[in-house]
């Protein structure tokens, strides 16, 4: 089978099952459960911990949000830099970005708990829910490849 014919029997069985092994489609899929699992995260906190805690989860979501499409959007160039260049190798400078990204992150948290509005424990269980997204994509991708290992 030629490159062309594999191509379009990917994307009819990926649009027949409507699940995408893409870049692009996981980075939605991940970002979408982000954004479920800061909702039932801050719900489950105004319901059992009060509403310190849930601004608390929803604050730290709102970082991890940041966090996620600044992380994507530096690695996207990255690779896209790698690609033009050739280069194996990374800029310099690079590492401290990534540093200087968690820093700002861990600052703009800590800033919003001296408040006293937003509670410790609940920014950083907002902050942990791209590790939830991560779980919930890797259980949905085992699943897809299982039950439909041609659009793989």
Request: net charge positive; aromatic share 8%; glycine share 12%.
């Amino acid at each position: 089978m030629d490159s062309l014919e594999s191509q379009a029997v990917s994307a009819t069985s990926q649009s027949n099952s409507g699940w995408s092994s893409e870049p692009q489609a996981v980075e939605r899929r991940v970002l979408r459960n982000i954004v479920i699992a800061i909702a039932l995260g801050a719900l489950s906190a105004a319901i059992f911990g009060g509403l310190r805690l849930a601004l608390g989860a929803l604050l730290g979501g709102v970082l991890s949000i940041i966090n996620f499409k600044w992380l994507a959007g530096s690695l996207r160039a990255l690779f896209e830099l790698n690609r033009e260049t050739g280069s194996k190798k990374t800029p310099p400078g690079t590492m401290m970005k990534f540093i200087l990204r968690w820093l700002l992150i861990g600052a703009a948290g800590y800033g919003a708990s001296l408040t006293g509005l937003f509670d410790p424990a609940g920014i950083v269980a907002g902050l942990l829910a791209p590790a939830a997204a991560v779980i919930l994509e890797a259980g949905y991708s085992t699943y897809k490849t299982v039950t439909e290992p041609e659009a793989v």
